[in-house]
């Protein structure tokens, strides 16, 4: 069975800060991994997904996450926070036991507050 | 290019009543995934349709069903409505194949509220 294990209910940093918000996956077989945004009353929005090829993805709004086997990892950094940044932010894994599409297995969410 | 869209936004409904929630697909995507998100219990997978058929379901009662039509747009039921059923409900299509590489479009969810 896959899960997700994102440290840190809560990640606070000031505008302009490093944002790093980590993720670590369980899974039997070689994973898929996602990176949504949710802002408030609104869906999920895709900000990066690794599908094993570079360990180094890049995605959108600044944001880019690193794929390390040997630490189960899929860490979200950004460089510069911005006030927009503030959101939920959610750790996915697919790729099931059966090698299928099934459903994302999500982490809990971490929710980024900038302070000015 | 119309995102994944559902219909209604918001629903208030009371212990015992049954539910359907719609959703339409990027035009295109063969799969339909079904989530629930409910305060404290994060997100969770319902259900995923492809092609007309139920693929997969996660850990949810049979009272939580669906279906897909052939346009692939797809309907949610739920019946005999608890108080913990209120939630958020997303829907997220994505293209077939792959074995889960394809990323899911979500789309806006749809509240309900039982009271």
């Known amino acids: 069975a896959q899960s997700v294990t994102q440290l840190g209910s809560h990640v606070s940093v000031s505008e302009g800060a490093l944002v790093l918000l980590r993720c670590n996956y369980s899974s039997s077989v070689p994973p898929y991994l996602f990176w949504y945004v949710q802002y408030p009353n609104q869906g999920l929005q895709l900000l990066l997904k690794y599908t094993s090829a570079a360990t180094l993805v890049k995605g959108i709004n600044g944001f880019e996450a690193e794929f390390k086997k040997s630490e189960t990892s899929f860490h979200l950094t950004k460089p510069s926070a911005h006030m927009s940044d503030a959101a939920e932010y959610f750790c996915?894994?697919?790729?099931?036991?059966?090698?299928?599409?099934?459903?994302?297995?999500f982490g809990k969410g971490t929710h980024l507050i900038i302070q000015p | 290019e119309a995102g994944v869209t559902q219909s209604p936004t918001h629903l208030i409904k009371t212990r015992g009543q049954q539910v359907t929630l719609r959703c339409s697909p990027i035009?295109?995507?063969?799969?339909v995934y079904w989530y629930q998100q409910a305060l404290g219990l994060g997100l969770q997978f319902l259900l995923w349709?492809?092609?007309?058929?139920?693929?997969n379901r996660g850990n949810f009662p049979p009272r939580f069903s669906g279906r897909q039509f052939p346009n692939y747009s797809s309907e949610l039921n739920v019946n005999a409505l608890e108080l913990e059923d209120s939630a958020l409900y997303l829907c997220?299509?994505?293209?077939?194949?792959?074995?889960?590489?394809?990323?899911?479009?979500f789309g806006p969810g749809t509240r309900l509220t039982v009271l």
């Open positions: 997220a299509s994505s293209l077939p194949g792959s074995g889960g590489a394809n990323e899911q479009f």
């Open positions: 996915a894994v697919s790729g099931g036991s059966g090698g299928g599409a099934d459903g994302l297995t």
């Open positions: 035009s295109g995507h063969t799969s």
């Open positions: 349709y492809d092609e007309g058929e139920e693929r």
